[in-house]
């Protein structure tokens, strides 16, 4: 079988692993407070262009997710999110039980509007019975966003302009940050993120990492205290060395950017294919995911040799599915893939 139903099916890029075995008989001191560590945080420091930031490794999206947000709110306030929102349909309820409800707000392409977050937290301060209800204190985003799509510059601008208006915190998930950093026709560079955002992070899971998330905090609010709540929750790896390791290397002589592009540029090759073949897609999009809409009876052939992601149910006889590629995806297994949706739609 050939994978492309997800962007973490394989290991680790071969320097992430040669650079872990090079070090593994090295001693250091644990929880974070190594040469290792450092190294990459200065590296990051250097790449968003703020030596003001703090830097702080994590494990995982989903521990990052709830971590940040619970060091970001007090009891009675809550995160915006898009309907499709990680936080609110892949995460098991994680933020709610930090005890912060996530508010989530329609979408059709997994992005919200400063427009929206603006009559949203209107709403709740006009309100007469405000008081009883969860407080919005912070903005979550993903970028890209679970549907594949970019925040343009001047979103992410209007968003972050009206978040500092009405005293919230923007947070952007960057699980796939580099992939959407490294996609045609992206505007939006890393210092814009590290100017315009609170908080965000840089993914290492999906990003040729054996795990990891570099964590970057701009604001100073939300720096203070931050590794007590990351030790709460259970986040303050011993070893968090094999997280600086991991991220010194990947950092390392563009490997980011380049292995990032690398899964761009197959995306495209197959996006590119399913155009050809008037084939649409549940959302338009420009990074290593993609949503086509495709018949039943050509998914039931391609499910014999290809692994993808089930999205949803368009009508009686089509389906939209997610095709992912990754940093290791090799092009025999794209091409492999063109070749037989030209030979089912042809088909059909």
């Known amino acids: 079988?050939?994978?492309?139903?997800?962007?973490?099916?394989?290991?680790?890029?071969?320097?992430?692993?040669?650079?872990?075995?090079?070090?593994?008989?090295?001693?250091?001191?644990?929880?974070?407070?190594?040469?290792?560590?450092?190294?990459?945080?200065?590296?990051?420091?250097?790449?968003?262009?703020?030596?003001?930031?703090?830097?702080?490794?994590?494990?995982?999206?989903?521990?990052?997710?709830?971590?940040?947000?619970?060091?970001?709110?007090?009891?009675?306030?809550?995160?915006?999110?898009?309907?499709?929102?990680?936080?609110?349909?892949?995460?098991?309820?994680?933020?709610?039980?930090t005890g912060h409800k996530v508010l989530a707000l329609p979408s059709a392409d997994g992005k919200i509007t400063a427009q929206q977050v603006r009559q949203a937290v209107e709403a709740h301060r006009s309100d007469g019975s405000f008081e009883h209800m969860v407080q919005p204190k912070l903005v979550y985003i993903s970028n890209p966003t679970e549907l594949g799509t970019l925040y343009t510059l001047a979103e992410l601008t209007a968003l972050s302009e009206t978040c500092r208006e009405l005293g919230l915190y923007l947070f952007l998930d960057g699980a796939r940050l580099g992939y959407g950093l490294m996609a045609k026709g992206n505007d939006v560079s890393l210092p814009d993120i590290a100017r315009l955002c609170d908080v965000f992070y840089i993914g290492g899971t999906k990003v040729g990492a054996l795990f990891g998330e570099a964590v970057v905090i701009t604001t100073p609010t939300l720096k203070e205290d931050f590794r007590y709540i990351i030790k709460q929750h259970g986040g303050m790896l011993a070893k968090g060395r094999l997280l600086g390791v991991q991220f010194d290397a990947l950092l390392m002589d563009n490997l980011y950017f380049e292995i990032s592009a690398h899964a761009d540029a197959l995306a495209d090759r197959l996006r590119d294919t399913l155009l050809s073949l008037d084939v649409p897609f549940l959302v338009p999009g420009v990074t290593n995911q993609l949503f086509p809409i495709l018949p039943d009876v050509v998914l039931g052939k391609l499910s014999e040799k290809y692994v993808f992601c089930e999205q949803q149910r368009v009508d009686e006889a089509h389906r939209a599915v997610r095709f992912c590629t990754s940093w290791a995806t090799k092009p025999e297994a794209v091409d492999a893939l063109c070749d037989d949706l030209r030979k089912l739609l042809g088909e059909n």
């Open 1 to 97: 079988m050939i994978y492309f139903n997800n962007d973490y099916a394989e290991g680790c890029h071969p320097k992430v692993l040669e650079a872990l075995s090079l070090t593994n008989f090295n001693q250091t001191p644990g929880y974070g407070e190594d040469v290792y560590c450092a190294q990459a945080a200065e590296k990051i420091r250097t790449l968003c262009r703020r030596k003001d930031a703090a830097v702080h490794f994590l494990v995982g999206g989903t521990q990052t997710n709830m971590t940040v947000i619970a060091a970001a709110l007090r009891p009675h306030q809550g995160a915006l999110c898009a309907q499709s929102g990680h936080i609110h349909v892949h995460e098991t309820g994680a933020v709610e039980a």
